[in-house]
């Protein structure tokens, strides 16, 4: 079976350092990888994704992610932490062969001015 | 110009009775899905259809029903309502899997359901 671990519920950070939100998996075969924020109230939105090829993926606002298979990982980062991306991130994973995305159990990114 | 959309917002209703939740997206996509997200936000699939047809079905109970009358639709009736199944549930839509590309999923803003 699938699985992400978020090993962080919160992550805090001040306005303009940069900020990493960890996310480890386990899925058979390579995988395909996702990021997600949700803003308060709102649904899910799509940040980025790995499916192959180079392992850092740049998505939007700036966020990127960095694919390490031997570590199993996936963590988003951003060099600059803004105010507004104060939110919930989930990481996501799916096996190739398969429908079913699996989620991570979230973390709560502060970034404080 | 909203892609997924979902009605109603807010659901407040008795125990026992039976509520639907209705989804439509407009991206065209082939494949819809529920989620449920629960009050420590931590979110599950229950369902997914592609082309009407169902492809994932968790275990969930079978008070849960979803139906897809097209595939732009895909609407989930709960019936005997309790109060666990109060959670934010959200629909999204995707493009079909194919072999060898992923594609991701667009979410609606989510039905907030209470069960009192």
């Known amino acids: 079976a699938q699985s992400v671990a978020q090993p962080e519920d919160q992550v805090n950070v001040a306005e303009g350092n940069p900020l990493t939100v960890k996310c480890t998996y386990s899925v058979s075969g390579n995988p395909y990888l996702f990021w997600y924020v949700q803003y308060p109230n709102r649904g899910l939105q799509f940040l980025l994704k790995y499916i192959t090829g180079d392992n850092l993926v740049k998505g939007s606002y700036g966020f990127e992610a960095e694919f390490n298979k031997s570590q199993t990982s996936f963590h988003l980062k951003k060099p600059s932490a803004l105010v507004s991306d104060s939110a919930l991130y989930f990481c996501a994973v799916r096996d190739r062969a398969g429908n079913m995305l699996t989620f991570g159990g979230g973390t709560r990114l502060m970034v404080k001015p | 110009d909203t892609a997924v959309s979902q009605t109603p917002k807010y659901l407040v209703t008795q125990m026992g009775n039976d509520k639907s939740i209705k989804c439509e997206q407009n991206?065209?996509?082939?494949?819809m899905y529920w989620y449920k997200q629960d009050s420590k936000k931590f979110l599950k699939i229950m369902f997914s259809y592609n082309n009407k047809e169902l492809i994932i079905n968790e275990t969930v109970p079978n008070r849960f029903s979803p139906k897809s009358p097209d595939k732009a639709h895909l609407n989930l009736h709960i019936n005997s309502l309790e109060l666990g199944d109060s959670a934010v549930y959200f629909c999204?839509?995707?493009?079909?899997?194919?072999?060898?590309?992923?594609?991701?999923?667009?979410f609606g803003p989510g039905t907030r359901l209470t069960v009192l």
């Open positions: 999204a839509s995707s493009r079909h899997r194919l072999a060898g590309v992923s594609h991701e999923q667009f």
């Open positions: 991206l065209g996509h082939d494949t």
